[in-house]
């Protein structure tokens, strides 16, 4: 049997790779002067989220119980993302969830940022801004026109009558609509020296006698002369009439910022863990399966890059898309399922080896036996993550749609954060399908069309025959497997009991504030500190470290009734740097959270997983039919909530909260779990029909888990 494959094959895949590899990471771009043209977008072009990068994270509400219209809270957004625009805030995520009457906007920290004041950028986000022309000095004064008759408004200095002294003002516009009501008004008004009043929402900002007739469509808005107006009052009141009134007047219900240096020492970490992780897999790839091992790192590098376009932008058919920690992290199950394909692979072709085939045979029937697990084990990793986009993504998105019947009470929350791990984690999986499988089998069939390669040894034969291994007997020794999980799980759920279950603010609702700090100090002075400054005795205080920056970190939580503003912290920071200079406090993260925004995110996380379970269980159930079919889904998902309580237990014994990183990381080991459970049942399968029905199940498993 001659293969397939040609020696340019290998070539050409290997380059095309590598091409993709470097322009996927570094772009192109040309510079002409100080003008960069960007032709393919590269990593640095990557839009990474607050927990990263650093920002702000707000979900604004109407105030006071107000039942807000689907189109109400529509025309909100449009005002929103004007305003934001206005403030040169351009990398925003914003979302509508109408199930709540909720707004979630989501916006970075600007590129060398240091003064920016995020409460007062989301009170000026937030700001109805209504801005109404009436009769007379009284807010009940009848209407002449409002802000949708004002074509446009400008900040303007200078002196508005001839003589008179330089001030602040805002020069307006009017449509053709505004003009003409403006003009009756001063026309009837002039005659009587009436007077016309300006209010921007409840509040006067300027009143004036009417002495003349005003027809040319535009007029001034001045301040009085005990209270002018600054150069920060007018040109924010000419934004806010610019960007058009909001429907309705909105609260904060939550709200939290993470430190710019925070996110990028994370990343930064994180860039240095992915190049170690990814040498060690290439070493331990190519010792354990030398030539087909090597080649499958070329292709695992080709499905990281190509992943990492996918959310760069590199193909300008698909928008960028925002990159969270959770997103880091779909990106990493991906590639250990990327490494899994080629690891069931080579160890196929290795056996088929050993089994006395030649090369072009072993390759043959090595691919066609391991792409059945492949294909099982990533389309249970499909199912999760189409449930992750389907509960955490826009309302409007594809998988949220599909999906409705079983989120609809929950709405669109969180959608940036684990949503990316859900888009990232499905394309990684499906890239793994056209580099781990492909292009892998591309490249090892041109490998093995060339003679100075065709030796076996190169794909994982021995040169001398192994010793026969003495097979284990798995299934006698099940009682004892059984007993050591069942007291494991015994222990995890007493823990959990005694030390009890510690939630995030993220789940809770509260108040988190994260310090770092230098030295040590005595936690209960601390505390009687943070206590008077912040003006609660209700706090809890916790000592740790950032593992991606070295810093020993404070956090400060206060329970679900309390929030915190911008300047409450810098007073607890001034008060902590007087008492204790030496520690240097500085500020790192605050978290608001409302108590019912955190509910439902821990609400809306359990049935994710639940209903990823269920639909993983049913899968199963259907594969694999022929060696037990739902009983062998029951048992798959009874050892995954074994291996989910583990990490449910490494949390409980550390005594750390409960919080979305621990959702992401609960979904991680769901997916490696259920992959190798989905390996060894489809030896099962296989060795099933191999072996006949004579063949007990005792044999049958232990010869295929061996």
Same mark, same amino acid.
């Given at each position: ?13 290997? =380059?095309?790779?590598?091409? !993709? ?5 570094? @772009? ?135 003589? @008179? ?6 020069? *307006? ?26 209010? *921007? ?113 590199? !193909? ?82 594809? !998988? ?7 989120? !609809? ?12 791990? @859900? ?36 794909? @994982? ?42 939630? #995030? ?67 607890? =920071? ?47 159930? *259907? ?16 050892? *995954?909530?074994? #291996? ?31 992959? #190798? ?30």
């Amino acid at each position: 049997m001659k293969t397939k494959g040609k020696a340019w094959h290998l070539v050409v895949t290997v =380059l095309l790779i590598l091409a !993709f590899v470097y322009t996927a990471f570094f @772009g192109v771009s040309a510079k002409y002067g100080d003008v960069t043209t960007t032709y393919i977008k590269g990593a640095k072009d990557i839009r990474f989220g607050v927990d990263i990068k650093g920002g702000v994270n707000v979900t604004f509400v109407p105030s006071e119980n107000y039942d807000a219209t689907e189109e109400q809270l529509e025309a909100a957004q449009l005002v929103i993302e004007n305003r934001l625009v206005a403030l040169n805030v351009t990398d925003y995520e914003l979302y509508v969830d109408p199930s709540s009457d909720s707004l979630i906007l989501e916006f970075p920290w600007q590129s060398g940022e240091t003064d920016f004041d995020p409460e007062s950028a989301i009170q000026e986000i937030g700001t109805t801004a209504y801005l109404t022309f009436r009769e007379g000095s009284s807010a009940d004064g009848d209407l002449i026109l409002d802000g949708s008759m004002i074509e446009s408004a400008a900040a303007q200095y200078g002196p508005v009558t001839s003589g @008179g002294a330089s001030e602040y003002y805002v020069s *307006l516009k009017f449509t053709d609509e505004g003009a003409k009501a403006f003009g009756e008004a001063t026309t009837r008004l002039a005659a009587s020296n009436g007077t016309i009043s300006i209010w *921007l929402d409840d509040e006067n900002v300027s009143t004036a006698t009417v002495n003349a007739a005003i027809t040319d469509g535009e007029a001034i808005i001045t301040s009085s002369a005990s209270n002018p107006f600054t150069q920060d009052a007018v040109v924010k009141m000419a934004r806010q009439i610019n960007s058009g009134a909001l429907p309705f007047a909105l609260k904060v219900d939550s709200y939290s910022t993470v430190s710019p240096s925070l996110g990028e020492n994370s990343l930064s970490a994180m860039v240095l863990a992915g190049l170690i992780a990814f040498a060690l897999i290439v070493v331990l790839m190519t010792a354990l399966y030398r030539l087909p091992g090597f080649l499958a790192c070329i292709a695992l590098a080709g499905q990281v890059a190509a992943t990492l376009a996918f959310v760069s932008g590199y !193909f300008p058919v698909f928008e960028s898309f925002t990159l969270t920690l959770p997103g880091i992290a779909g990106i990493i199950l991906a590639i250990g399922m990327g490494v899994d394909a080629n690891v069931i692979t080579a160890e196929r072709i290795k056996e088929e080896l050993r089994s006395g085939k030649s090369l072009d045979g072993a390759l043959k029937s090595g691919f066609a036996r391991g792409l059945t697990p492949i294909i099982d084990g990533n389309v249970t990793i499909v199912i999760v993550a189409i449930v992750l986009m389907g509960a955490f993504g826009p309302s409007d998105g594809l !998988f949220a749609k599909a999906l409705h019947f079983v989120f !609809f009470a929950f709405g669109p929350s969180t959608a940036g954060t684990i949503y990316a791990f @859900g888009y990232t984690l499905l394309t990684g999986v499906l890239l793994n399908f056209v580099f781990g499988v492909f292009a892998t089998r591309v490249m090892i069939r041109g490998a093995a069309s060339i003679k100075a390669l065709r030796n076996p040894w190169l794909y @994982g034969a021995d040169k001398n025959a192994p010793a026969e291994k003495k097979p284990i007997n798995f299934v006698s020794l099940r009682k004892r497997f059984l007993t050591i999980s069942a007291c494991l799980m015994a222990a995890i759920v007493l823990c959990a009991v005694v030390l009890g279950v510690r939630l #995030d603010t993220e789940f809770t609702g509260g108040a988190m504030i994260t310090l770092s700090y230098e030295d040590s100090f005595d936690l209960s002075a601390v505390q009687k500190t943070a206590s008077a400054a912040l003006g609660s005795k209700d706090l809890t205080l916790q000592t740790g470290e950032n593992v991606a920056t070295g810093e020993q970190t404070l956090k400060i939580s206060m329970p679900g009734t309390e929030t915190v503003t911008t300047d409450e912290v810098q007073n607890l =920071l001034d008060s902590l740097n007087e008492q204790y200079p030496d520690n240097a406090f500085a500020q790192l993260s605050l978290s608001n959270v409302s108590a019912a925004m955190g509910t439902k995110f821990l609400q809306k996380s359990l049935v994710a997983v639940v209903f990823a379970l269920v639909l993983i269980l049913l899968y199963i159930a *259907l594969r694999f039919k022929n060696i037990g079919g739902l009983t062998g889904g029951m048992m798959a998902v009874l050892a *995954l909530v074994n #291996d989910l309580m583990v990490v449910f237990g490494t949390f409980v014994l550390l005594r750390t909260p409960l919080d979305g990183n621990f959702i992401a990381a609960m979904l991680t080991i769901l997916g490696y779990s259920i992959n #190798d459970t989905v390996v060894v049942y489809d030896r099962i399968r296989e060795n099933r029909a191999l072996m006949g029905k004579k063949a007990s199940f005792e044999e049958l498993v232990n010869r295929s888990v061996n």
